[in-house]
């Protein structure tokens, strides 16, 4: 029994073929290139189509296909929320992967990055074994996938584990209406748009940040310059770490998970400070629940998401 996954992201598609033990058969990746709309709908029909020929040529029987979406995915429609793909704001994702599947007793599932992030760690990461895990994606934004008692958390609309909008300041500020208050300070976007903001506030910073162009200072300039001493890199980390051990404290005394992992391109270079955010949820969090957890770094880095992918496409099929 083989499955396909697709994991489609604001950049990028990442399209396998798995089997049932976890191996990779056949992978493919594509690049958006700034499309939008239909021709992203058509390029994600295209990897499907070529995996399902392999699979064809090869005598692979595909039996499910498994599709993560960076936003909403709408069960009982197929429809798709993805706000950083243009036009994909209610986009029939499941009519187009129809059209290429022939074959009616492939069943296609559809659901968010979130979702197939923890999805993918209970099944070959970190989390196997687990029921009650959140995993936390910080990159360009932040997301968090959520399971409770051996149950995917989607919400009500399907929008839970949007954890860049927790809140976790006051007052409110105008900046946070674009990406949420924690995704302001702790995402990679938000990282880098604090150093510009640090800099622009402090004129007497001479720092290394200050040589590069406002405009062109990204994350990986910031965690740079912390390794060098920076003041200013190690003010900006240190808010974040203070933000990321907070949304731990918090996630904590919500849900009582046993682990939360993190993954993402921040986590990465971020992982250095998981002791740190640890001894700076204790302050905030349930006393008893924040004793019983372990903060973790993914096992599957970038891939968990596809790996989660994979499984919802095996498991249709149980």
């Not at 929320?81 to 499941?94: Q, S, T």
């Not at 968010?112 to 936390?136: F, M, P, Q």
């Not at 990321?244 to 005394?253: D, E, P």
């Amino acid at each position: 029994m083989f499955s396909i996954g697709i994991d489609l992201g604001g950049t990028k598609i990442s399209s396998a073929i798995f089997n049932r033990e976890g191996d990779i058969i056949k992978k493919n990746l594509a690049y958006l290139e700034n499309r939008g709309g239909r021709e992203v709908g058509g390029l994600l029909q295209q990897q499907v189509g070529n995996l399902l020929n392999h699979a064809s040529e090869n005598n692979l029987k595909i039996t499910g296909i498994g599709i993560s979406v960076p936003g909403i995915a709408y069960q009982e429609t197929g429809r798709v929320w993805a706000p950083n793909i243009a036009g994909w704001e209610d986009y029939p994702l499941r009519d187009d992967v129809l059209t290429v599947v022939r074959d009616h007793k492939i069943n296609i599932t559809i659901e968010s990055d979130r979702a197939c992030s923890v999805l993918g760690e209970v099944w070959k990461g970190k989390a196997r074994g687990c029921k009650n895990v959140i995993t936390l994606l910080v990159g360009t934004g932040i997301g968090a996938g959520i399971m409770s008692n051996g149950e995917i958390v989607r919400g009500y609309g399907g929008a839970a584990g949007a954890i860049g909008w927790l809140a976790l300041d006051r007052p409110f500020r105008e900046e946070y209406s674009k990406c949420g208050c924690f995704e302001y300070w702790a995402s990679g976007n938000g990282i880098a748009n604090v150093a510009r903001e640090f800099i622009r506030k402090d004129s007497n910073y001479k720092g290394i940040l200050k040589s590069i162009r406002s405009g062109e200072i990204t994350s990986h300039d910031v965690f740079s310059a912390f390794e060098s001493g920076d003041a200013l890199a190690c003010k900006v980390l240190d808010q974040a770490i203070e933000c990321w051990g907070m949304t731990v404290a918090n996630l904590v005394s919500l849900f009582n998970p046993e682990k939360i992992i993190f993954s993402g391109g921040i986590f990465g270079p971020a992982l250095k400070f998981l002791d740190d955010i640890y001894k700076e949820a204790v302050k905030w969090a349930q006393p008893v629940s924040i004793r019983q957890i372990s903060l973790e770094s993914s096992a599957l880095g970038s891939e968990a998401v596809l790996f989660g992918a994979v499984w919802m496409g095996l498991a249709a099929n149980k």
